[in-house]
């Protein structure tokens, strides 16, 4: 007992002369375990269909595997305190949506965490537009034929997003104040079931993001009626833009990133993009992302930064303007 006492006194002694070693030898044997990696929102929605495929590489590229954690609530908070709360050691990673980095932090007034300050970015995985769809069952067969049914019945369409604030939400208020028209929001947890309920015609209209409605709309169980980006998919072609479609600035774009704990150490947050840049590059992730009208992104931690800074600044005049409030 008297030995392990000794050396473990040397080694506090190493360790306080030297405070940097710690954390140099934690860096050069990263990955030595598993990760984990949390999202805020249940299983199949659209930041799953992002994350699982990139997971997927870059548990290849680490060599340790990644366990996806779904901690759906609070519009991704519930899963963000959870990382934001984690040991800044680069084994706890958040899969977190644009709109919960840039839009939560204006809807909540008293967050258990700060959203600048205790997470770190670490890189933008893909983007993609969103598209205004509705049940088949819905007699509007362009985007301004829904305004005029919207006009025609206030407050009787009801349009579905991923919860309140999420970027289906705002997407949905944007295009009331452009539109000028009364429709009522049904929010859930979750981008599959939002989606579901337009599928199966609880609900009318969503702006949902295209690589999980598609499959629906070729399947012909929903009719997209525009595109919210400023140039047409490759995905759906003959879809027309906002602008095209007779309601210009009406424009949503949405995708996650992944984010540590503040506090890790630069060179982990360096290894981890480095992999998810190499695992973003893979032919099969790209393919697959470019059927579905993914955007590959990638970007470092500093461009990722200023991507959310800039979206929070834009969001914020349209969570002002739409008064919206949790």
């Known amino acids: 007992m008297q030995l392990r006492v000794t050396m473990a006194a040397c080694m506090a002694s190493v360790l306080a002369a030297f405070p ?6 934690a860096r050069d044997d990263f990955p030595a375990r598993p990760l984990r990696v949390i999202v805020g929102y249940a299983a199949g929605g659209p930041t799953d269909v992002v994350l699982r495929p990139v997971a997927h590489k870059l548990a290849e590229l680490l060599k340790q595997p990644l366990v996806i954690e779904n901690r759906p609530g609070s519009n991704g908070n519930i899963g963000a305190e959870a990382v934001a709360r984690a ?13 919960q980095l840039t839009n939560n932090p204006h809807l909540y ?57 999420s970027a289906n939400h705002l997407a949905g208020e944007l295009f009331k104040l452009l539109a000028g028209v009364d429709m009522v929001h049904i929010p859930f947890k979750g981008g599959a079931p939002a989606l579901n309920a337009v599928v199966a015609g609880e609900v009318e209209t969503i702006v949902i993001s295209l690589p999980i409605s598609a499959p629906f709309i070729k399947a012909g169980r929903l009719r997209a009626l525009a595109l919210c980006d400023k140039a047409r998919s490759a995905v759906l072609p003959q879809l027309p833009t906002t602008a095209e479609a007779g309601l210009p600035g009406l424009e949503s774009r949405s995708g996650p990133g992944i ?11 360096a290894r981890l993009h480095a992999e998810i840049v190499k695992g973003l590059a893979a032919a099969d992730v790209r393919d697959m992302f470019t059927v579905q009208g993914l955007d590959v992104i990638g970007n470092s931690p500093e461009e990722f930064a ?11 005049k349209v969570i002002k303007a739409a008064n919206v409030r949790l």
Request: aromatic share 6%; charged share 15%; hydrophobic share 45%.
């Open 87 to 99: 040991t800044p050691d680069g084994y706890t990673l958040l899969a977190a949506t644009l709109a």
């Open 259 to 269: 984010l540590v704990p503040a506090g890790v150490p630069k060179p982990i947050v």
């Open 306 to 316: 200023t991507v959310i800074r800039e979206d929070s600044a834009r969001w914020q």
């Open 109 to 165: 007034p008293k967050m258990t965490f700060d959203t600048y300050k205790d997470l770190q970015p670490v890189s933008l995985l893909a983007t993609s537009p969103g598209a205004v769809v509705v049940h088949p069952s819905v007699p509007a067969r362009a985007l301004k034929e829904l305004i005029a049914l919207a006009k025609a019945r206030p407050a009787k369409l009801n349009f579905s997003s991923t919860g309140e604030g």
């Open 20 to 25: 940097g070693a710690g954390h140099a030898a």
